[in-house]
């Protein structure tokens, strides 16, 4: 059995009001996992506690068999440069850059390079030298999760990342991203209200009533 690459226990979170309570959960290489539940039940929150923006009122986050939340700020932001994929519903591209200008910014961070395959299985190899403004939205999400990939990350958060996107286009994404953990031995966290995307991960979890099960 492999060592969890990320291993939550006893997480417990609440605003103004409890919003989950003693939550479990671990995920291994080449492995992905569906969050599911209904607007509001914390899904996104969840997520953002896995993956180092947010700590929990409770419990502990094992990310790459280190405590989380006891990493100092130095540590936590070289997971994020080096180790942490993040994809949102919305491509936060850079304005006024080029598709490759916009991947570049990541790799250069990251010491990568550019990976060619990811942009052809992407289906976007040809819109490289286009500005943000003349790709469609479906390009645009394309090339925010190209700018994601190229950074080789262990780990990939993602949340509502084909919210946006048309049935064949959120078909593709699912299968790079599939692609993208068995091959390179990484994970997949995909929170989503799509049924069908969720059905492509390897485990399910719902969230309800302050609960994941």
């Given amino acids: 059995m492999s060592q969890p690459l990320l291993e939550a226990t006893n997480i417990s979170h609440s605003f103004d009001y409890p919003l989950f309570r003693n939550i479990e959960f671990s995920i291994e290489p080449t492995q992905s996992a569906a969050i599911v539940g209904r607007s509001g039940s914390g899904k996104s929150t969840l997520l953002h506690i896995f993956s180092t923006f947010m700590k929990p009122n409770e419990g502990n ?20 440069r080096y ?27 990251s010491a990568e390079q550019i990976d060619n395959t990811i942009l052809k299985k992407l289906e976007i190899d040809h819109l490289m030298s286009h500005k943000t403004s003349e790709l469609s939205g479906g390009e645009q999400q394309r090339v925010s999760i190209a700018r994601v990939l190229s950074k080789k990350p262990r780990i990939i958060f993602a949340d509502e990342p084909t919210g946006n996107l048309d049935k064949e286009t959120a078909d593709l994404v699912m299968d790079v991203l599939i692609d993208y953990i068995r091959e390179t031995g990484a994970a997949l966290v995909l929170v989503t209200h799509d049924e069908n995307m969720a059905a492509r991960c390897d485990k399910i979890y719902t969230l309800e009533d302050q609960a994941l099960s």
Avoid at 91 to 106: D, P, Q, R, T, W
């Fill in 83 to 109: 180790d942490i994929g993040i994809i949102f519903q919305f491509h936060y591209l850079f304005k006024g850059m080029s598709a490759l200008e916009n991947i570049g910014v990541a790799t250069m961070l």
């Fill in 61 to 80: 986050v094992t990310l790459f068999g280190k405590d989380l939340y006891s990493q100092n700020d130095a540590a936590i932001e070289a997971l994020r």
